[in-house]
């Protein structure tokens, strides 16, 4: 109980802790919308499409400059993004291809870029494979405070644009049909995965940041079939992700935040699959014992109605 409260005190693992929170928290909630419009693989696209964008704002500059590496990250999260559209739109090649295809270019070439740096002989490079799995440890007040802003802007937005981001998720035929710009919005939400998968990538990593969004968003998926309280549940499990991993990871020598908090959302979904009630696998096995228990009563019936008549 000791160690927790010297965590809690200690203004290091808080902004870690504050931020780990705030990236969970934004990263669920933009993921409830890339998972039910059958986009999981896209968060997944677009953090291995970062990579490059790191190891070029890095090359150019010289400096390991948090800004520059969100910046050179969102610009290769774009490039990619219109990438996967313009080959959607102008070939017969189906979406999921198109993200397997981004993915695989994207990070191979920024596993050479990396690859390339480090044998450069540049002494500044240390600590930029680094965000190949996060470091999170690594977070200072200033990058807490961008990412703060970021989880911010993101989630006002999810908020404002709630309805037209719920019709292009179920209908966006008809969204299309009621004059909404469908090709437009497609893109923002495109946009708005880029972002939060730009402001994780410290703190998780690109290999693991698909994992943050899609996760939180699925295990909440089973606990309602309300599409508002989906995304607020999303959020909230993605701040527990990124609480709890945080505690564990302080609480430990060497032990990486990242990893511990896509186990730990991925421990809430286990839990989800198992407890939560409708969907989850014990209220399906109490429904069918349920149902088996009420067809022998029904067929015991006109069983003991026979027998007595025969008597």
């Not at 419009?37 to 500059?61: E, W």
């Not at 019709?167 to 049909?177: H, M």
């Amino acid at each position: 109980m000791m160690d927790w409260l010297n965590i809690l005190l200690d203004p290091n693992a808080q902004w870690i802790l504050f931020g780990s929170m705030l990236l969970g928290l934004s990263s669920g909630v933009i993921g409830s919308f890339a998972y039910l419009r059958k986009q999981s693989l896209m968060g997944d696209a677009l953090s291995h499409a970062a990579l490059p964008g790191v190891c070029i704002a890095f090359m150019l500059s010289g400096s390991k400059s948090i800004f520059l590496f969100l910046l050179g990250a969102a610009v290769a999260g774009v490039i990619a993004t219109f990438g996967i559209g313009y080959i959607t739109r102008n070939t017969r090649i189906k979406q999921d291809s198109a993200l397997a295809i981004i993915l695989t270019v994207f990070f191979g070439l920024g596993i050479v870029l990396l690859t390339q740096i480090q044998h450069s002989g540049n002494g500044n490079q240390s600590g930029l494979d680094k965000f190949l799995f996060g470091q999170a440890a690594s977070m200072m007040l200033s990058d807490v405070v961008i990412m703060a802003v970021i989880s911010i802007v993101l989630v006002s937005i999810c908020s404002l644009l709630f309805k037209e981001f719920k019709l292009l998720s179920f209908d966006p035929g008809f969204a299309r049909g009621i004059g909404y710009p469908v090709a437009f919005m497609d893109q923002l939400i495109m946009f708005l995965i880029v972002v939060a998968v730009v402001v994780g990538i410290q703190a998780v990593g690109v290999v693991l940041m698909s994992a943050l969004l899609i996760t939180p968003a699925v295990s909440a998926r089973y606990w309602t079939e309300k599409l508002g309280l989906m995304v607020v549940l999303s959020g909230l499990f993605g701040a527990l992700s990124g609480l709890i991993g945080t505690f564990i990871s302080a609480s430990g020598n060497n032990l990486p935040t990242g990893p511990l908090t896509v186990l730990v959302a991925t421990g809430i979904f286990v839990i989800s699959v198992i407890a939560a009630p409708r969907r989850g696998v014990l209220s399906k096995l109490l429904l069918r014992s349920s149902v088996r228990n009420q067809m022998r009563r029904e067929q015991s019936g006109p069983q003991m109605e026979r027998r007595e008549k025969a008597v």
